[in-house]
């Protein structure tokens, strides 16, 4: 199984690479955005590690049973041959309507077909208002391209 685009990546490609996991992500759908990855990825996430697909299934099963209307931007920071590294935000709630955002950096390595085998995550949350969130969209679909980014919105 090939995920164009593949590695070596270029700025342009990584960048693309950088969308479509966000788009992956943003549809909270974790047999989905399991396929991106090989079927031995190892993660690191906080302080939690998992090993698979089916563990990454589980993990985002988790995660989003927890984390409510969750909006999820990224944003390339670095790219070499094989290997992205991108900083990103989202907002969510929680079961007892408390709003989050949530900052984190993740490196991230690639197979020659374009499947990660190693994602490293740092992870921060905040509490916020709701009056303080900065992610709009209709959750139903990925952010719209007119949407503004981490740099444009400061963060």
């Known amino acids: 199984m090939s995920r164009p685009p593949l590695p ?23 047999e989905r ?5 090989s079927e031995d990825s190892w993660w690191r996430n906080r302080t ?3 090993r698979g697909r089916t563990e990454i299934v589980e993990f985002l099963t ?6 409510l209307d969750y909006r999820l931007i990224k944003e390339l920071w ?13 907002e969510y709630r929680d079961v007892t309507g408390q709003w989050f955002r949530a900052y984190g950096n993740e490196n991230w390595h690639f197979d ?4 990660m085998t190693h994602r490293h995550a740092s992870i921060n949350d905040v509490a916020i208002t709701e009056s303080d969130r900065k992610f709009f969209w209709d959750a139903s679909g990925p952010r719209p391209a007119d949407h503004a980014g981490l740099s444009d919105l400061g963060l």
């Open 112 to 115: 020659k077909d374009g499947l």
């Open 48 to 50: 939690t590690f998992v």
């Open 78 to 90: 670095a790219h070499t041959g094989d290997v992205i590294a991108v900083r990103f935000a989202y």
């Open 62 to 67: 988790d995660k989003w049973d927890r984390e």
């Open 8 to 30: 070596p990546f270029t700025e342009a490609t990584a960048i693309q690479k950088v969308r479509a996991a966000e788009d992956a992500w943003n549809t909270c759908d974790p």
């Open 33 to 37: 955005i399991s396929l991106a990855y």
